[in-house]
């Protein structure tokens, strides 16, 4: 919700612009407040369950997020699922959750872009994640803009789940980034039952 904030205050930017310097720094501080609103709270929902989570499950959250983002106004996102006819369990919905929210968080942050694509398939034996966005992209190969604290925090997640990134993304032609989690025996048999 704060990152959506931001994204309406952003949009007031170019008024605010035309204002005088006191309106200004009043701006530029209630700016740097959400910011560091933002960061805390992320930090505080990541030790955190989420309700509609924990009770939906990982599709419905996912969704919900989406709306939440494209009634901003300044980011359309769409999701598109297959295969989620059983839940996963709820510590890996809830590290898959986090790890879609920082790309998208990092897309509203980072990319510049208006469109954010979102899937989730999951088949028998994997879990596969593409998010693309139609944004400025950036030079995954220099540490500077492709090993941020999102990209990182992504990793730690992806090792805790055996899972893979993989990042495609030119400089002013977008960014896909593909994940594969591998779905665990045990829980295949559980499901079934």
């Given at each position: 919700?704060?990152?959506?904030?931001?994204?309406?205050?952003?949009?007031?930017?170019?008024?605010?612009?035309?204002?005088?310097?006191?309106?200004?720094?009043?701006?530029?501080?209630?700016?740097?407040?959400?910011?560091?609103?933002?960061?805390?709270?992320?930090?505080?929902?990541?030790?955190?369950?989420?309700?509609?989570?924990?009770?939906?499950?990982?599709?419905?959250?996912?969704?919900?997020?989406?709306?939440?983002?494209?009634?901003?106004?300044?980011?359309?996102?769409?999701?598109?699922?297959?295969?989620?006819?059983?839940?996963?369990?709820?510590?890996?919905?809830?590290?898959?959750?986090?790890?879609?929210?920082?790309?998208?968080?990092?897309?509203?942050?980072?990319?510049?872009?208006?469109?954010?694509l979102i899937q989730l398939n999951r088949f028998k034996a994997v879990l596969n994640i593409l998010v693309e966005d139609d944004g400025k992209g950036f030079d995954p190969n220099q540490k500077s803009s492709g090993a941020g604290m999102g990209l990182n925090s992504i990793r730690a997640l992806l090792r805790d789940l055996n899972g893979i990134l993989n990042i495609d993304s030119q400089l002013q032609r977008?960014?896909?980034?593909?994940?594969?989690?591998?779905?665990?025996?045990?829980?295949?048999?559980?499901?079934?039952?």
């Amino acid at each position: 919700m704060i990152s959506t904030v931001l994204l309406y205050f952003k949009a007031l930017e170019p008024f605010v612009s035309k204002q005088a310097e006191e309106p200004q720094k009043k701006y530029s501080t209630v700016n740097d407040l959400l910011r560091q609103a933002a960061t805390e709270i992320r930090r505080i929902t990541h030790d955190l369950g989420n309700s509609i989570l924990i009770e939906f499950g990982l599709k419905k959250q996912v969704e919900a997020m989406a709306r939440t983002i494209t009634d901003s106004g300044q980011l359309e996102v769409h999701v598109n699922t297959y295969g989620f006819k059983e839940r996963l369990d709820s510590l890996t919905e809830a590290r898959v959750y986090r790890i879609i929210q920082e790309l998208a968080n990092n897309t509203i942050k980072h990319a510049q872009a208006r469109t954010l694509l979102i899937q989730l398939n999951r088949f028998k034996a994997v879990l596969n994640i593409l998010v693309e966005d139609d944004g400025k992209g950036f030079d995954p190969n220099q540490k500077s803009s492709g090993a941020g604290m999102g990209l990182n925090s992504i990793r730690a997640l992806l090792r805790d789940l055996n899972g893979i990134l993989n990042i495609d993304s030119q400089l002013q032609r977008g960014t896909t980034i593909s994940i594969d989690i591998p779905i665990p025996e045990i829980f295949h048999l559980n499901s079934a039952q």
